[in-house]
């Protein structure tokens, strides 16, 4: 039995490894043409070459799913058109038994999944940011015409808003406008600064231009008296320390997609978005699918083997691919709903996470059960319906 696992691992690894390299292929080449446009005097092709080759962690993180479903029923189809799975049924090998073997097949494949999720990927996503920065002047992700925001509260009560229009490559961030509020949320200054960078704790801003609002400013305007002293004070500072919680990696964070980080920084990301009253669903339940992730590998064997179990002459290997195909993107779709409609509907994040994949993961296993005692099902059926007997 040994044997037969170890061949039935070769034959799948085999037929994913071709297929996983096929589909990183295509999907490469369709991004390197999307972006032949953007070529120029400070964007070459080498550059452009060089980000596809950082792209390249993150496109198998999202093809090795559907790779391993579409290598996996090749593999299998290929056993039963030789009629080595009969071999090994007529051996005494049940359909759930089988299922076994290949679910510990698959857990290599799980450990090589949790790799690429938490370090390959994760490194690959920040350096191709930095890259973009470098090359192209704009990392994507999370930003907005206006840049990047962050809040956070300061000490006595009140609270401040940083705004950072650009990250630089060196890890630094140029043209800063930062909003303070007092306790009661009144704004009391308004600074900017061209350029920042982080250190131990401490966000040091250079060549500030720091605008003072008095406390009296308020109630003059809505007296509609004079003042006594002027609303504004305007003041040049060749720099500026401020106390925070944020860092680079948290900068970073706002960033990337949270699929694409560790769960370290994620869990970290969290916590500074609790801390400081801002939404965090998006990351929670992305936290939640990176924990399912290396088990939605398990979920794509168990749909690709009552697929490869069906009879050959029924349709042929070509058939079952495209069945498998069509399942695997299915599969993708509902994922994706699921995440889009459980944020509208603030549904608890391990419901977006798990039940997609448990549902999955039901229905193949019935698929298989009902496979496995076909006859039985059938003599059930023509007992309780009788008719059905006499009308074949």
Do not use: C
Not at 83 to 94: D, F, K, P, T
Not at 349 to 357: D, G, K, L, M, Y
Not at 364 to 387: C, K
């Amino acid at each position: 039995m040994r044997t037969a696992r170890r061949y039935l691992a070769r034959e799948i690894y085999r037929s994913s490894t071709v297929v996983i390299l096929a589909l990183l292929g295509l999907f490469t080449f369709f991004a390197l043409v999307e972006e032949l446009d953007g070529i120029g005097e400070n964007f070459t092709l080498l550059s452009l070459f060089y980000l596809e080759a950082l792209a390249l962690p993150t496109r198998l993180y999202d093809l090795l799913p559907i790779g391993l479903l579409i290598g996996a029923v090749l593999a299998l189809a290929g056993l039963a058109q030789r009629n080595e799975l009969v071999i090994l049924r007529v051996s005494g090998v049940s359909g759930l038994r089988l299922m076994g073997m290949l679910w510990l097949v698959t857990l290599p494949l799980m450990a090589l999944a949790l790799l690429l999720s938490e370090v390959v990927t994760p490194a690959a996503e920040l350096r191709s940011g930095e890259a973009n920065l470098l090359l192209r002047g704009k990392a994507g992700g999370g930003v907005m015409a206006s840049g990047y925001w962050f809040k956070e509260p300061v000490e006595g009560g009140g609270s401040r808003i940083i705004n950072v229009r650009r990250l630089l490559a060196s890890g630094n961030v140029a043209e800063v406008t930062l909003y303070e509020f007092d306790p009661g949320q009144q704004l009391r200054a308004l600074s900017t600064a061209k350029t920042g960078h982080f250190g131990a704790g401490i966000f040091t801003l250079e060549e500030v231009t720091e605008h003072r609002i008095s406390e009296e400013a308020s109630q003059a305007l809505a007296d509609a008296t004079a003042p006594q002293q002027p609303l504004m004070v305007l003041r040049e500072l060749p720099s500026r320390d401020l106390r925070t919680t944020l860092t680079p990696e948290r900068l970073l964070a706002r960033v990337l997609t949270p699929e694409r980080m560790s769960l370290l920084s994620l869990w970290d990301y969290i916590d500074y978005l609790h801390a400081n009253q801002l939404q965090a669903d998006r990351q929670v339940v992305a936290m939640w699918r990176k924990l399912v992730y290396p088990f939605t590998l398990l979920v794509m064997m168990t749909i690709a083997a009552p697929i490869s179990f069906m009879q050959t002459r029924r349709g042929g290997v070509g058939a079952k691919v495209f069945v498998g195909i069509l399942l695997g993107v299915g599969f993708f779709m509902i994922n994706q709903l699921a995440l889009n409609v459980g944020l509208l509907g603030r549904w608890p994040p391990w419901v977006t996470a798990i039940v997609p994949n448990a549902g999955a993961l039901l229905l193949a296993l019935g698929s298989l059960l009902v496979m496995e005692n076909r006859h039985a099902v059938s003599g059930f059926a023509q007992h309780r319906w009788p008719w059905r007997k006499a009308s074949v």
